[in-house]
T-cell receptor, first 114, second 111 residues
Framework: DAGITQSPRHKVTETGTPVTLRCHQT?????MYWYRQDPGHGLRLIHY???????DKGEVSDGYSVSRSKTEDFLLTLESATSSQTSVYFC?????????????FGQGTRLTVV | GQQVMQIPQYQHVQEGEDFTTYCNSS?????IQWYKQRPGGHPVFLIQ?????EVKKQKRLTFQFGEAKKNSSLHITATQTTDVGTYFC???????????FGTGTRLQVTL
């Protein structure tokens, strides 16, 4: 699984509280991504990173911030969680092998905002 | 923004029947990637198509990229229970290789 670990795997939080999800990779990949998955929408890009301290917004970035202070860690923060942010969150890295630029995904974090 | 739709949303087949999912984009696709996600799992890369009209095969799976690069399809011959899952197409764009996913087709296979 390309050495990607997401934590926590499951979290229940209350509306209005801050939440941070962590993605850790062990293979020194430059590009990292956060997606959310909701029924009927497939996966949608929240934010991505192309290097340490280099990040950019995806299509559904409102209400989310990210940080990447080390190559191996990409953090996703919900500053003030809302029920609409209940979702499954996937971290991904971009491969660099023979296959080219395929994405490898972590196991996902199921977040419930009550 | 770009919209990538897949049809059908859900299909239930008996083992041995064929299955096809179609991926249609509102804009020209750059590179199409296909992923499979087992229930409760994470998306796993299957294949990438780059050229107009390209056809690739992986055992019982056949992938096609439309001539106008606005659609793609995945066909599974003689489905097996191991094919159960949701199949996503995704358009990969830009130097950052961002993915715009289709809505997905969930396949259920019964004996």
């Amino acid at each position: 699984d390309a050495g990607i670990t997401q934590s926590p795997r499951h979290k229940v939080t209350e509306t209005g509280t801050p939440v941070t999800l962590r993605c850790h990779q062990t293979e020194n990949h430059r590009y990292m991504y956060w997606y959310r998955q909701d029924p009927g929408h497939g996966l949608r890009l929240i934010h991505y990173s192309y290097g340490v301290k280099d990040t950019d917004k995806g299509e559904v970035s409102d209400g989310y911030s990210v940080s990447r202070s080390k190559t191996e860690d990409f953090l996703l923060t919900l500053e003030s969680a809302t029920s609409s942010q209940t979702s499954v969150y996937f971290c991904a890295i971009r491969g660099s092998g023979q296959g080219g630029t395929e994405a490898f995904f972590g196991q996902g974090t199921r977040l419930t905002v009550v | 923004g770009q919209q990538v739709m897949q049809i059908p949303q859900y299909q239930h087949v008996q083992e041995g029947e064929d299955f096809t999912t179609y991926c249609n984009s509102s804009t020209t696709l750059s590179n199409i990637q296909w992923y499979k996600q087992r229930p409760g799992g994470h998306p796993v890369f299957l294949i990438q198509l780059v050229k107009s009209g390209e056809v690739k095969k992986q055992k019982r799976l056949t992938f096609q990229f439309g001539e106008a690069k606005k659609n793609s399809s995945l066909h599974i011959t003689a489905t097996q229970t191991t094919d159960v899952g949701t199949y996503f197409c995704a358009d990969q764009t830009g130097t950052a290789s961002k993915l715009t996913f289709g809505t997905g087709t969930r396949l259920q296979v019964t004996l």
